[in-house]
């Protein structure tokens, strides 16, 4: 899996005292999931809380995926320009194992970055200091998120090796990948403003199409 491109800044208000990142994360490469409803749901906590936005971050890739690169860019570019704080639409955002979690939250201690995890409500720090109580909280939680995980990777499994055994074919449809032919009639478009050097974004704009298309577009002609 890959990461989408996705990270761009915004500009500064100096009136505002805290800046902010905002950190989203979809599973899919395809159209069917998009970043819009987190960012703009962070978006929202920001401003009632007079944080300026300074930074918005993107990702579209499996979160069993070691290779964040745009959360580790996001991470690295808060600790540069010294971020007050990165919100994020849920825990489960950092990484699917505690570990992945627990690294997350330790680079933040370390560098004096706060977080903010809006679905549980959860802030890293508390009155300038670490919220010790939270870390204790977040790592339950990361353990119970990913021993149900688990569970559901055993049952998909067995379910697959009923069907297997039952004779059931497994896997994608014949002919439900598209081939570069169908791509190139389909994005006609895409390709047309890739190849005169329109950004990814702009030419999701453009063409009307998700992000993540364009990539996929990119990729496959090697634009």
């Known amino acids: 899996?890959?990461?989408?491109?996705?990270s761009y800044p915004l500009s500064k208000n100096s009136k505002i005292k805290m800046n902010c990142y905002i950190y989203a994360r979809v599973s899919s490469l395809g159209d069917r999931q998009s970043t819009e409803r987190q960012?703009?749901?962070l978006s929202d906590y920001a401003k009632s809380n007079g944080y300026n936005?300074?930074?918005i971050y993107e990702e579209h890739i499996s979160g069993a995926s070691r290779d964040k690169k745009i959360l580790s860019k996001c991470l690295s570019d808060a600790?540069?320009?010294k971020t007050?704080?990165?919100?994020?639409?849920e825990l489960s955002r950092c990484g699917r194992a505690i570990w992945e979690v627990l690294a997350c939250i330790k680079y933040c201690i370390d560098n004096n970055i706060d977080l903010y995890f809006q679905k549980e409500g959860l802030r890293l720090f508390k009155d300038g200091r670490v919220n010790s109580v939270m870390a204790i909280y977040i790592s339950c939680l990361s353990f119970c998120a990913e021993k149900e995980r688990e569970n559901i990777y055993y049952r998909l499994s067995q379910g697959r090796e009923l069907a297997k055994s039952k004779g059931v074919r497994m896997?994608?449809?014949q002919g439900s990948v598209e081939t570069r032919e169908q791509i190139a009639n389909k994005h006609?478009?895409?390709?047309k403003c890739l190849k005169k050097k329109c950004s990814v974004r702009d030419t999701a704009k453009i063409c009307n199409?998700?992000?993540s298309t364009v990539q996929r577009v990119k990729k496959t002609f090697s634009l």
Not at 1 to 6: F, I, S
Not at 84 to 89: A, E, H, N, P
Request: some cysteine; charged content about 15%; aromatic content about 4%.
């Open 1 to 6: 899996m890959h990461a989408c491109e996705c």
């Open 39 to 41: 960012v703009v749901a």
């Open 53 to 55: 936005i300074t930074g």
């Open 79 to 81: 600790m540069i320009n």
């Open 84 to 89: 007050d704080i990165i919100l994020f639409s």
């Open 171 to 173: 896997g994608r449809k």
């Open 188 to 191: 006609k478009n895409v390709i």
């Open 209 to 211: 199409v998700g992000i």
